[in-house]
């Protein structure tokens, strides 16, 4: 395959000849194809179609009000309108949500998120979030059968291990691990080795991110850059993941997380899911709640303009008014989805949040 580095057109970051988008800003790297436009605030919100509608269009033009047409642009102003996917939410209960949104500079939205969660709130839910490779061939197909096929087993299982507070964390662990495993087969199910080639790119990839929340037991599993943090009230947040990236590698030999972060290879990830991966057992990591606080689950998107914790945690006080507690999470995701593409909407964005707000201990014996 040829890899001969060029340079992006819009941003002048090095990229290989083989990848169809630009990792740093989102441009499409094809000469004759300009970096698509905005999408509309106003863009469709339903529940995400199924895989073989990802490129369905909305019915009515965003920008005037006329009927899109066959072709996918507005018969009567001429803008593209907007597919299905480019900006969607879910919300399976009132304390947990997720906003995916395309961003500014990205043609087509490649992140998916995937929920699950009982009524009760601080009870029982599953997040997880894919980002789909730009580089890599259906990424964004890949990113959402990963997404469901992990939420299909951690929402379907709901084993407790031996009743005692150890066994449940590796019941949780294990299901992960599980989980995990079947994002990698869906992604697997959807990579066609067939288009993979010089002219067209590298297999399908995604990274990988899970939350589960077990009453005051939080665990998560990780594979590539998308995060998991957790925002008390009051107190210090904390990022619960840490990324397979040449950024992190970077930021352990010693870097400043704020040089690594923007550097030319920033972003440039060392494990994924895919076919051509070295590795995808997930990184876990489990704390049990013990005050109120925003479990954040998001892809770089959004940490791409507030990495750290502290900051973060901030920065949910300031897009909340001021009242974290009172926020609703449908609310809050869509505010900071709002936030990362008024600083420039590079990057397609995911933010899925939870709230923790009465804490309901496990129902388990502590063992002896």
């Keep these: 395959m040829d890899d001969a580095v060029t340079e992006c057109p819009s941003c002048h970051v090095a990229v290989a000849s083989s990848e169809q988008f630009c990792e740093a800003c989102g441009a499409e790297l094809s000469p004759t194809v300009a970096v698509a436009e905005a999408v509309p605030s106003e863009a469709s919100s339903q529940a995400i179609p199924a895989p073989q509608d990802l490129g369905v269009t909305a019915a009515i033009c965003q920008t005037c ?6 072709d996918g642009y507005c018969g009567t102003c001429g803008a593209r309108a907007p597919t299905l996917r480019d900006h969607f939410t879910e919300q399976p209960a009132a304390w947990v949500a997720a906003v995916c949104d395309r961003g500014i500079r990205h043609p ?3 992140d998916a998120v995937a929920l699950a969660a009982d009524d009760e709130p601080g009870s029982r839910a599953v997040i997880v979030v894919c980002d789909g490779v730009s580089s890599s061939i259906d990424s964004d197909v890949a990113s959402l059968a990963a997404a469901r096929a992990a939420r299909d087993v951690l929402g379907s299982s709901r084993s407790q291990g031996m009743g005692t507070a150890s066994s ?6 294990a299901r992960l691990e599980a989980a995990t495993d079947a994002a990698s087969e869906a992604v697997l199910g959807v990579t066609h080795l067939a288009k993979v080639g010089a002219a067209t790119g590298n297999p399908a990839s995604c990274t990988f991110v899970a939350a589960v929340v077990e009453r005051d037991l939080l665990v ?3 594979v590539g850059d998308s995060r998991v943090y957790w925002l008390p009230d009051a107190g210090t947040a904390v990022a619960l993941t840490v990324d397979d990236s040449f950024a992190q590698e970077q930021i352990a030999s010693g ?13 440039a990830i060392t494990r994924w899911l895919g076919v051509d991966t070295p590795n995808h057992s997930p990184t876990t990591a489990t704390m049990t709640l013990a005050e109120p606080g925003w479990i954040l689950v998001c892809s770089d998107g959004l940490w791409n303009y507030c990495s750290e914790a502290q900051d973060l945690a901030t920065l949910v006080q300031k897009t909340s008014g001021g009242s974290p507690a009172a926020a609703e999470p449908l609310t809050l995701a869509g505010a900071l989805v709002d936030w990362a593409n008024a600083q420039g909407g590079q990057d397609n964005i995911s933010v899925a949040l939870a709230r923790i707000q009465s804490l309901a201990p496990r129902s388990t014996r502590e063992e002896a």
Excluded at 65 to 70: A, M
């Design 255 to 267: 870097v400043p997380r704020a040089e690594a972060e923007t550097g030319p290879q920033s972003h």
């Design 65 to 70: 009000g006329g009927e899109v047409i066959s």
């Design 168 to 173: 449940l964390v590796a019941a949780v662990i």
């Design 108 to 110: 087509r939205n490649e």
């Design 220 to 222: 998560v599993g990780s």
